[in-house]
């Protein structure tokens, strides 16, 4: 008999919806500022603040509406979402209509918030909406105050360094075309960029496993990589498979994924990557959402291995040299 694990993987990219349409007459929510107490003014445009990671994500602390807890930053979710536990919903709130489909199945349906502001210390954003689900059984398997979810529609106004070297994000403001705001350049040294495709939300690269082409959504809140089973046997020659795992998605329901790593995978000549931690499991409910045909995701090992900059409006990646440590 085969050994079953319990995993808890947040794989956000699978919780979202299609076929939703929303009111234009949302009634703004009361006042509720974000705040990161730990965000560093570093120019006028430009705030850097440190995570922590719990588990394998990318977690920040902040307060919102009095409340003081966590959040998760997520490019795989394409909202704000807001933790129903402590935040209530009222009559001029409205419940999104159409399907919510994950790789563990259905989700409940979020009910939609417009927030009126929102600051990020040094950054202030207004009338942003958020959408406020259940996110208690994650509380519970990570063992945190989750308040909430940071998604694509609050990322995507910022060139976002994410540097897992340092257990530090830093947001730059951009402008339509996606140049930075203020003349302050990064100290540290672009080695590479990479072209991506931005589909809805989710950022679309083309790579290789081997010889193999394939295609890789990129999400900062997937904590192992996924590789879809429908793939052929040539990539799955470079998968070395070890256990049989319970995979916990975000409607909190369990599948039996096979866990293992993943060698030989490349996006170019430069940029490649050693072994990865990777589950197989079916891509096909988040690739009829979102309209993709993505033989992957590309999660924690992606962004441990690189320290990536990601800017949505010129759709590109860019890629920081590490540090030489010298003993």
Do not use: C, W
């Amino acid at each position: 008999m085969k050994r079953i694990i319990n995993l808890i993987i947040f794989i956000f990219i699978s919780l979202q919806t299609f076929g939703f349409s929303s009111k234009n007459d949302l009634k703004p929510f009361p006042e509720l500022p974000l705040l990161f107490n730990n965000a560093e003014k570093i120019n006028q445009f430009t705030t850097r603040i440190p995570f922590k990671l719990v588990d394998r994500l990318i977690v920040i602390e902040g307060e919102l509406n009095e409340q003081k807890g966590n959040f998760i930053i997520d490019t795989g979710s394409e909202t704000l979402l807001l933790n129903k536990n402590y935040f209530k919903t009222y009559p001029f709130n409205y419940a999104k209509k159409g399907e919510t489909s994950g790789v563990t199945g259905s989700v409940e349906i979020p009910i939609e918030k417009r927030i009126k502001s929102l600051a990020f210390k040094n950054l202030n954003l207004k009338n942003k909406n958020s959408d406020v689900i259940n996110l208690s059984h994650i509380e519970k398997n990570k063992k945190i105050k989750l308040l909430g979810i940071i998604g694509y529609s609050i990322l995507k106004d910022y060139e976002i360094f994410i540097d897992l070297f340092l257990n530090q994000i830093t947001l730059t403001k951009i402008d339509k075309d996606g140049n930075r705001l203020g003349k302050q350049n990064y100290l540290e040294e672009i080695i590479d960029t990479l072209n991506f495709k931005l589909k809805k939300h989710v950022i679309v690269v083309d790579g290789f496993i081997n010889k193999e082409k394939v295609t890789f959504g990129i999400d900062t809140g997937a904590e192992f990589n996924q590789l879809n089973s429908k793939l052929s046997k040539d990539v799955f020659n470079n998968f070395y498979p070890k256990k049989r795992v319970e995979l916990i998605g975000a409607s909190s329901k369990k599948i039996e994924v096979l866990y293992g790593n993943l060698h030989r995978l490349k996006l170019n000549d430069q940029i490649y990557f050693g072994p990865m931690k990777t589950i197989v499991t079916n891509l096909h409910n988040m690739n009829k959402a979102f309209g993709t045909k993505l033989d992957g995701i590309l999660g924690h090992d992606f962004f441990a291995q690189q320290r990536v900059i990601i800017n949505y409006k010129k759709e590109k990646l860019y890629f920081i040299k590490y540090p030489i440590l010298r003993n």
